[in-house]
């Protein structure tokens, strides 16, 4: 599976930005993951293959949605109301799951896109 992410750069505190993640196949759960500099990675959001079932990190909770297009082998990640400690490196994941957190369940991985909320 190959994977695709576009949609970072640079946006000021309070803005937003959408994601997006091209998978080559269609019938896996996907998530994304940040990375911030020095940091862990962090689970983010993720989503089962027909959007039934979604999750978040608790630090985004209310702010950022995790969307997909069936259709286009697409999964959106919808950043709202962001905030200096959202920056980070952000990748997407893919995997056969229930739609779990954990990144040794997503065996699939695209590049990262940066995101930098800064003003």
């Known amino acids: 599976v190959q994977l695709q992410a576009s949609g970072g750069g640079l946006v000021q505190p309070g803005g937003c930005l959408r994601l997006s993640c091209v998978a080559s196949e269609v019938m896996y759960t996907m998530a994304w993951f940040r990375q911030a500099p020095g940091k862990e990675r962090e689970f983010v959001a993720t989503?089962?293959?027909?959007?039934?079932?979604?999750a978040y990190g608790d630090s985004v909770k209310g702010r950022f949605t995790i969307s997909r297009d069936f259709a286009k082998n697409t999964a959106y990640l919808h950043l709202n109301s962001l905030k200096p400690e959202d920056t980070a490196v952000y990748h997407c994941?893919?995997?056969?799951?229930?739609?779990?957190?954990?990144?040794?369940?997503?065996?699939?991985w695209g590049q990262g896109t940066l995101v930098t909320v800064s003003s």
């Open positions: 989503i089962t293959p027909r959007g039934t079932f979604t």
């Open positions: 994941a893919a995997g056969y799951n229930s739609g779990t957190g954990r990144a040794q369940d997503y065996p699939y």
